[in-house]
């Protein structure tokens, strides 16, 4: 069993930051990669950043210079450094890691809410 346990969302006011957290835990033997997505009320599941298992990152276009992406791999976490947040930041944002040989697990969301 693999646990993910998210933290660090809430509310902020536009133009302001947000750190959120991810931990996985349980029979990991490696991280292939680590991702944060969002779904918006209304909207489909997006992905917002990745971090793949050689460091490289990856942006959605929308967050692209706002958001920085990073892991501890020591500990098997992920953090997503939101700043510059934007009332349409707005959403619930899930953990994502592809572990093993492919395994997959969803965290259970965390809701940024970004307004004034």
């Known amino acids: 069993q693999v646990q993910l346990v998210e933290s660090g969302g809430g509310l902020v006011q536009p133009g302001g930051s947000l750190r959120l957290s991810c931990a996985a835990s349980g029979s990991i033997a490696s991280i292939n990669a680590m991702a944060w997505y969002r779904q918006a009320p209304g909207k489909e599941r997006e992905m917002a950043a990745t971090?793949?298992?050689?460091?490289?990152?990856h942006y959605a276009d929308s967050v692209r210079g706002r958001f920085t992406i990073s892991r501890d791999s020591a500990k098997n976490t992920v953090f997503l450094q939101m700043d510059s947040l934007r009332p349409e930041d707005t959403a619930v944002y899930y953990c994502y890691v592809n572990y093993n040989k492919g395994n997959t697990k969803w965290g259970q969301g965390t809701q940024v809410t970004v307004s004034s």
């Open positions: 971090i793949i298992n050689d460091g490289s990152t």
